[in-house]
């Protein structure tokens, strides 16, 4: 008999030697990130007047901003077009979307020489800026992400609510006050989750039109006017496998069985959409005629067939084969190459393809770059792990219930 699967915390030990690795680079990450506000970006990074951007906004932000897109896919998936068979995916997918923006938002903090001045977009409106079209987008889809996860803090608590000693009287109205918060909810969600499918899908494009500004300064192999385009149909073709990616590894990590039922099905849906993106990276480079850049063996033709090769087409092909959907390992392969080929276009796109005139040295990320990063990533990862072992995140089967139970019930609700 198939089991019903519910959220509910995953009852394993926090530490870990893995996990002890990941602390030790967050604390060498935060190390060189006290160096930069306390001495100065230029201390740390590599950055100056010709590459004011580097891996922080190419990787931290831009790749971040991408690699989240699993929230708003699922999200309009299991919520907008009501599939319900992939609900079980979208609270990850959704936690995910929300620390991978969070650090997104840290990354843009910190990568702003005047740091101090982060506030200023939310009062000095420039409507025919595209960065501010991002950062308004981000800080708005970052307040919605935090609504649609309260539900979940609300189900942790509610009749568990145990606080002792002197704070024992605030047991009672806080689970009021929590009861009260998921009805609103209840009757509301739609409207944050429409909001956060719109959102997302206004700021993934402006992101492209923030590198057609540079004009002759950025490769031709990239350098196009359908830019916003090609960088939301990439953030939707990620979108899947990313949540693929991270439900996987999460299975992996936690001894729990992968949903495979689940990921094969969502699986299917990728290689339509990776055919659409490819159909318009080719139709535009052919129209273009750029390929003729590729005839050069240079460092930009090779990151370009790299990022094309491994990043688009061969996993198009491997999420067309029913053997790929239906083994754990293949389609993880499958889904980890989508991964890489949109971080690898993200980087390309802000550094690799970037090339400033008058330039007087090659830019190439310092160590405290590259730590700093690391160390966002490590800290991701800390508190994905906590949140998932403390609140009722990633479904696990409830052997009290059967799915005929639970279609059952359904049926005498309608």
């Given at each position: 008999?198939?089991?019903?699967?519910?959220?509910?915390?995953?009852n394993?030990?926090?530490f870990?030697?893995?996990v002890v690795?990941?602390?030790?680079?967050a604390?060498?990450?935060?190390?060189?990130?006290?160096?930069?506000?306390?001495f100065?970006?230029?201390?740390?990074?590599?950055?100056?007047?010709?590459?004011?951007?580097?891996i922080?906004?190419?990787?931290?932000?831009?790749?971040?901003?991408?690699?989240?897109?699993?929230?708003?896919?699922?999200?309009?998936?299991g919520?907008?077009?009501?599939?319900?068979?992939?609900?079980?995916?979208?609270?990850?997918?959704?936690?995910?979307?929300?620390?991978?923006?969070?650090?997104?938002?840290?990354?843009v903090?910190?990568?702003?020489?005047?740091?101090?001045?982060?506030?200023?977009?939310?009062?000095?409106?420039?409507?025919?800026?595209?960065?501010?079209?991002?950062?308004?987008?981000?800080m708005?889809?970052?307040?919605?992400?935090?609504?649609?996860?309260?539900?979940?803090?609300?189900?942790?608590?509610?009749?568990?609510?145990?606080?002792?000693?002197?704070?024992?009287?605030?047991?009672?109205p806080?689970?009021?006050?929590?009861?009260?918060?998921?009805?609103?909810?209840?009757?509301?969600m739609?409207?944050?989750?429409?909001?956060?499918?719109?959102?997302?899908?206004?700021?993934?494009?402006s992101?492209?039109?923030?590198?057609?500004?540079a004009?002759?300064?950025?490769?031709?192999?990239?350098?196009?006017?359908?830019?916003?385009?090609?960088?939301?149909?990439?953030?939707?073709?990620?979108?899947?496998?990313?949540?693929?990616?991270?439900?996987?590894?999460?299975?992996?990590?936690?001894?729990?069985?992968?949903?495979m039922?689940?990921?094969?099905?969502?699986?299917?849906?990728?290689?339509?959409i990776?055919?659409?993106?490819?159909?318009?990276?080719?139709?535009?480079?052919?129209?273009?005629?750029?390929?003729v850049?590729?005839?050069?063996?240079?460092?930009?033709?090779?990151?370009?067939?790299?990022?094309?090769?491994?990043?688009?087409?061969?996993?198009?092909?491997?999420f067309?084969?029913?053997?790929?959907?239906?083994?754990?390992?293949?389609?993880?392969?499958?889904?980890?190459l989508?991964?890489?080929?949109?971080l690898?276009?993200?980087?390309?796109?802000f550094?690799i393809?970037?090339?400033?005139?008058?330039?007087?040295?090659?830019?190439?990320?310092?160590?405290?770059?590259?730590?700093?990063?690391?160390?966002?990533?490590?800290?991701l990862?800390?508190?994905?792990?906590?949140?998932?072992?403390n609140?009722?995140?990633?479904?696990?089967?409830?052997?009290?219930?059967?799915?005929?139970?639970?279609?059952?019930?359904?049926?005498?609700?309608?």
């Open positions: 008999m198939e089991l019903y699967t519910k959220p509910a915390p995953i394993k030990k926090y870990t030697p893995g690795i990941l602390i030790i680079l604390l060498n990450g935060l190390f060189w990130l006290a160096g930069r506000f306390l100065g970006i230029g201390a740390v990074t590599n950055l100056n007047n010709q590459y004011p951007w580097g922080w906004i190419g990787i931290d932000v831009a790749a971040g901003v991408a690699l989240a897109a699993g929230g708003f896919t699922t999200a309009a998936l919520h907008v077009m009501h599939r319900e068979y992939y609900h079980d995916v979208v609270r990850p997918a959704l936690l995910t979307a929300m620390l991978g923006y969070t650090f997104v938002a840290i990354g903090f910190i990568d702003i020489g005047r740091w101090y001045y982060i506030w200023h977009p939310l009062i000095m409106w420039n409507g025919s800026s595209a960065l501010f079209e991002v950062g308004i987008c981000v708005i889809y970052v307040t919605v992400l935090y609504i649609e996860f309260l539900p979940t803090i609300c189900e942790r608590f509610i009749g568990h609510m145990n606080l002792k000693g002197i704070f024992k009287f605030l047991n009672t806080i689970e009021k006050a929590l009861i009260l918060l998921n009805r609103g909810l209840s009757k509301t739609f409207v944050f989750i429409i909001a956060g499918v719109v959102l997302s899908t206004l700021h993934q494009s992101l492209g039109t923030l590198m057609i500004i004009g002759p300064k950025m490769h031709p192999l990239w350098q196009t006017p359908i830019l916003p385009l090609l960088f939301l149909l990439s953030a939707i073709s990620v979108g899947f496998p990313m949540v693929i990616f991270e439900s996987l590894i999460a299975a992996r990590s936690f001894g729990l069985k992968p949903e039922k689940v990921l094969s099905r969502l699986g299917t849906m990728v290689a339509p990776l055919g659409v993106y490819l159909a318009f990276k080719l139709g535009d480079m052919f129209i273009r005629e750029t390929f850049y590729l005839t050069s063996f240079n460092l930009q033709s090779v990151m370009f067939v790299i990022e094309l090769l491994f990043g688009v087409i061969i996993p198009l092909r491997m067309l084969s029913k053997a790929v959907l239906n083994s754990p390992l293949w389609l993880f392969v499958a889904s980890s989508v991964v890489f080929g949109v690898l276009n993200r980087f390309n796109n550094v393809a970037y090339n400033p005139p008058y330039k007087l040295v090659t830019y190439i990320p310092s160590i405290g770059e590259i730590s700093v990063t690391v160390g966002f990533i490590s800290i990862v800390l508190v994905y792990r906590f949140l998932v072992m609140f009722p995140i990633i479904s696990q089967p409830d052997r009290s219930y059967s799915l005929s139970t639970k279609f059952s019930i359904r049926g005498s609700e309608k």
